[in-house]
T-cell receptor, first 118, second 115 residues
Framework: GAVVSQHPSRVICKSGTSVKIECRSLDFQATTMFWYRQFPKQSLMLMATSNEGSKATYEQGVEKDKFLINHASLTLSTLTVTSAHPEDSSFYIC??????????????FGSGTQLSVL | KNQVEQSPQSLIILEGKNCTLQCNYTVSPFSNLRWYKQDTGRGPVSLTIMTFSENTKSNGRYTATLDADTKQSSLHITASQLSDSASYICVVKVGSGGGADGLTFGKGTHLIIQP
């Protein structure tokens, strides 16, 4: 099946620093990827839609200057949390659609990144 | 407002036993319903996906049911194994509206299998 790789799996940083998270579609091209955040025992919340070659579309309440998204190629999207603060600590997950997947399920998730801001 | 409610919030059962997780949704228009398994600190992995016309779908020891009239779904796990310990998330795809990904996520049921 389609594989979405997310890196790093875990990152600890000091308050005020920026952190970059990568999401790669390993065996398919993804013109659209999605970024979510998840707090403990809560559902995944969509943050933004990453569009290859154009600006990301952010959900209401998500600061685009805080969470920078770049989708420079058909297989890579990055999420940069700028000037991270402790309240940004969360589990971040990406997903991508493989429209050519042989399975009924076309949406595949990355393995997630646990961000801890000290 | 599109919503997906899951119950119970958490569940502990002994290894080898069966269990059933519930999902109620108020999503319209309905496109499909998915069940995902999410291990702690990992991304969700698809178990089943059902459209409006499908009542049941199995994936190994996992069997999902869908009643589109009552807007309810269940996930039945047979002969549970320790590796089944995870969160199980019910996700409904909206035909239009919703998030850009068209998905409404439940909060999940946290299942613990004890030896």
């Amino acid at each position: 099946g389609a594989v979405v790789s997310q890196h790093p799996s875990r990152v600890i940083c000091k308050s005020g620093t920026s952190v970059k998270i990568e999401c790669r579609s390993l065996d398919f091209q993804a013109t659209t990827m999605f970024w979510y955040r998840q707090f403990p025992k809560q559902s995944l919340m969509l943050m933004a839609t990453s569009n290859e070659g154009s600006k990301a579309t952010y959900e209401q309440g998500v600061e685009k200057d805080k969470f920078l998204i770049n989708h420079a190629s058909l297989t890579l999207s990055t999420l940069t949390v700028t000037s991270a603060h402790p309240e940004d600590s969360s589990f971040y997950i990406c997903s991508a659609r493989d429209f050519l997947a042989s399975t009924n399920e076309k949406l595949f998730f990355g393995s997630g990144t646990q961000l801890s801001v000290l | 407002k599109n919503q997906v409610e899951q119950s119970p919030q958490s569940l502990i059962i002994l290894e080898g036993k069966n269990c059933t997780l519930q999902c109620n949704y108020t999503v319209s228009p309905f496109s499909n319903l998915r069940w995902y398994k999410q291990d702690t600190g990992r991304g969700p992995v698809s178990l089943t996906i059902m459209t409006f016309s499908e009542n049941t779908k199995s994936n190994g020891r996992y069997t999902a049911t869908l009643d589109a009239d009552t807007k309810q779904s269940s996930l039945h796990i047979t002969a549970s194994q320790l590796s089944d310990s995870a969160s199980y998330i019910c996700v409904v795809k909206v035909g239009s509206g919703g998030g850009a990904d068209g998905l409404t996520f439940g909060k999940g049921t946290h299942l613990i299998i004890q030896p």
